[in-house]
């Protein structure tokens, strides 16, 4: 029964070629060939009309079927062209980004060397490593980026240290207030005020003029010298206190970063 009901049509043609088959015993039987001829070409022709429209049906289920199976393929084509239209959007979205944190640094430092995104790679921060937890941390891009060791690192404020390590996806960067850092600086107002400043275990910024005798005063603000690894120009801090040093016979002075490294997020590499 339960055939009978999944195969509708097929079970309604055996049942009329059964019905003919009797018939035409049934005629055989009772008049002789003359009347099963004509009643068994009625059928006959009843039955062929029958199996037409089975067969036709049958067709256009068919046909149904796999208009249904194309409909679905161009469906999933459909949707794969639609997500890769969407990544390719997200991305075109993402160096747009990457070219407006470049415009605004070049603007806010007046890098001439910054001609376009080959010269810097924009990257984010994802964990902090140092024992002053903002002295070391690392970032998403790497060696596959084209970074190095040593490559100096800024954002839109100044200074933030270089390259300390390298990986195929990542880099740890040693911002310049870890002690291990040393950076010739001038004076940006007067550029023959030359000094060096380096890190402290508190995490701050310290370091002394080259002449005995200074006019560095409080607000100073300070720049790369352009001497060693940093190019010139870049700002570093603000002098927040300066004094003499007897015993060394040094101006000393304590500064104040350009970058908060508290709040710190994105960075640019110079390659």
Same mark, same amino acid.
């Given at each position: 029964?339960?055939?009978?009901?999944?195969? !509708?049509?097929?079970?309604?043609? $055996?049942?009329?070629?059964?019905?003919?088959?009797?018939?035409?015993?049934?005629?055989?039987?009772?008049?002789?060939?003359?009347?099963?001829?004509?009643?068994?070409?009625?059928?006959?022709?009843?039955?062929? !009309?029958?199996?037409?429209?089975?067969?036709?049906?049958?067709?256009?289920?068919?046909?149904?079927?796999?208009?249904?199976?194309q409909?679905q393929?161009?469906?999933?084509?459909?949707?794969?062209?639609?997500?890769?239209?969407?990544?390719e959007?997200?991305?075109?979205?993402?160096?747009?980004?990457?070219?407006?944190?470049?415009?605004?640094?070049?603007?806010?430092?007046?890098?001439?060397?910054?001609?376009?995104?080959?010269?810097?790679?924009? $990257?984010?921060?994802?964990?902090?490593?140092?024992?002053?937890?903002?002295?070391?941390?690392?970032?998403?891009?790497?060696?596959?980026?084209?970074?190095?060791?040593?490559?100096?690192?800024?954002?839109?404020?100044?200074?933030?240290?270089?390259?300390?390590?390298?990986g195929? !996806?990542? $880099?740890?960067?040693?911002?310049?207030?870890?002690?291990?850092?040393?950076?010739?600086?001038?004076?940006? !107002?007067?550029?023959?005020?030359?000094?060096?400043?380096?890190?402290?275990?508190?995490?701050?910024?310290?370091?002394?003029?080259?002449?005995?005798?200074?006019?560095?005063?409080?607000?100073?603000?300070?720049?790369?010298?352009?001497?060693?690894?940093y190019?010139?120009?870049i700002?570093?801090?603000?002098?927040?206190?300066?004094?003499?040093?007897?015993?060394?016979?040094?101006?000393?002075?304590?500064?104040?970063?350009?970058?908060?490294?508290?709040?710190?997020?994105?960075?640019?590499v110079?390659?």
């Amino acid at each position: 029964m339960r055939w009978i009901r999944e195969h !509708k049509v097929l079970a309604a043609a $055996a049942v009329i070629l059964l019905a003919a088959v009797v018939v035409f015993s049934v005629s055989a039987a009772r008049g002789g060939m003359g009347g099963v001829t004509g009643v068994f070409g009625n059928l006959y022709s009843y039955v062929e !009309k029958q199996m037409t429209e089975a067969g036709r049906a049958i067709s256009e289920n068919v046909s149904g079927i796999f208009s249904y199976r194309q409909l679905q393929k161009e469906n999933e084509e459909l949707k794969e062209e639609v997500d890769q239209l969407k990544e390719e959007l997200s991305r075109l979205a993402l160096n747009e980004e990457e070219l407006s944190d470049l415009r605004e640094l070049s603007e806010a430092l007046n890098y001439d060397f910054i001609e376009g995104t080959d010269d810097i790679v924009t $990257a984010t921060i994802i964990s902090f490593d140092g024992v002053n937890w903002t002295n070391i941390f690392t970032v998403n891009r790497g060696s596959d980026s084209g970074i190095e060791e040593n490559d100096v690192v800024i954002c839109g404020d100044g200074l933030v240290g270089r390259v300390s390590q390298v990986g195929d !996806k990542w $880099a740890r960067v040693m911002s310049l207030t870890d002690e291990s850092v040393k950076i010739s600086f001038k004076s940006r !107002k007067d550029t023959d005020m030359l000094g060096i400043v380096e890190g402290t275990s508190d995490g701050e910024l310290t370091g002394y003029m080259l002449e005995e005798k200074s006019g560095i005063k409080e607000g100073d603000v300070l720049v790369t010298s352009g001497v060693g690894m940093y190019p010139d120009g870049i700002e570093i801090g603000t002098v927040s206190k300066v004094w003499y040093d007897s015993d060394s016979q040094l101006t000393r002075i304590s500064v104040k970063p350009s970058v908060d490294f508290q709040s710190l997020d994105k960075v640019s590499v110079v390659l």
